[in-house]
């Protein structure tokens, strides 16, 4: 059954007494979410990070669109009424919970829902150039340099994919239809989910590793110089979660080192990737502009999620894809 919640009404509703109709804050990003459906509906006032703290007191709820800003955290310890309900049009909702959301009785929702198909296309794209060393072939091609080699079957591999949520999931399904031995590692065991304990093991037989697991104080660093020394020299890592669950120069020194034969990032502890990081030289190593998720369309499929969820609350039904705010993500079913 699908995660959701009742939403507690304000003063018994959630249209504000001094307002005919909702306000509906967002924290904008460029280009912003089409909203034209919520006219007559709601009052949609979009503001900056700079903004949002002074323009809170005022909101009914609040749309997250900015997924890059941490302004939620910084905001929400201020004075006055808070949004009882804020939806954040990303995956992870590490950016907006704060201690004080997390303490407060305002409900948490997130994307669920609009990723996990493209995030596990695209990490299947990884492993394939990766196995057939397309990057290489990319740059000999540049260099108009013929040079045969013999590349990897990507059948019969093992992967081992962290992380047992929607993304995850959907990535091992994508995988195993490629025809790799494919298992996943959770918070805790359950059917089809080997429970943590098991993953320091599972590495070390693994020649794909896949994270992506939500960025918890539990998760934060968990993939760093100890458990890149477990992987066997030919495994290749993959992290299309958050940028915080790696250990990036520990990462890096594993590659130079070749304790590991690849990596892929698409997330990072701060983006933009600059242009003068050594990230760009890394041998082995594939950098993507945080893009797994972001195919044609994607923005419109976060706006109508929203639309939908505020036509729910709006009616006083359950609200899907509601986060646990202590565990930091949707628990499963």
């Known amino acids: 059954m699908e995660p959701e919640a009742h939403f507690p009404p304000r003063e018994g509703s959630p249209v504000r007494a001094d307002s005919p109709l909702p306000t509906v804050l967002v924290l904008d990003a460029d280009p912003p979410p089409r909203l034209g459906s919520l006219i007559g509906r709601a009052q949609v006032v979009r503001t ?35 949004p009882r309900w804020v939806h954040a049009a990303s995956a992870g ?10 303490a407060s009785g305002t409900v948490v929702t997130n994307a669920r829902g609009v990723f996990e198909g493209p995030v596990a296309e695209y990490v299947a794209a990884l492993v394939l150039a990766m196995a057939k060393d397309l990057p290489r072939t990319l740059d000999l091609q540049r260099h108009g340099e013929w040079r045969h080699r013999d590349t990897l079957r990507v059948a019969g591999s093992r992967a081992v994919v962290v992380g047992s949520g929607p993304i995850g999931k959907a990535v091992a399904r994508t995988l195993k239809a490629l025809g790799v031995r494919t298992a996943v590692v959770g918070r805790v065991s359950g059917p089809g989910v080997h429970g943590p304990d098991e993953l320091d093991r599972m590495l070390a037989r693994a020649d794909w590793i896949v994270c992506a697991a939500p960025l918890t104080a539990q998760t934060r660093g968990m993939f760093g110089s100890r458990r890149f020394g477990m992987m066997q020299p030919s495994a ?96 499963g079913p």
């Open 48 to 82: 900056d990070g700079d903004s949002l703290a002074a323009l809170l007191p005022s909101a009914d709820v609040l749309l997250v669109w900015d997924h890059t800003s941490d302004a939620v955290r910084r905001a929400w310890p201020g004075t006055g009424p808070r």
């Open 93 to 102: 909702v590490d950016h907006v919970l704060g201690p004080e959301l997390v």
């Open 236 to 331: 290749r890592f993959v992290n299309v979660g958050r940028g915080a669950l790696v250990v990036t120069d520990e990462l890096v020194d594993a590659l130079s080192r070749r304790w590991i034969a690849g990596a892929a990032l698409d997330v990072f502890e701060v983006e933009p990737v600059g242009e003068r990081s050594p990230l760009w030289g890394v041998p082995g190593l594939i950098v993507s502009p945080h893009m797994s998720g972001d195919v044609l369309g994607w923005r419109d499929a976060l706006g109508a999620q929203f639309v939908e969820q505020f036509g729910r609350w709006v009616r006083g039904e359950v609200l899907r894809n509601v986060v646990d705010k202590p565990r930091g993500y949707v628990p």
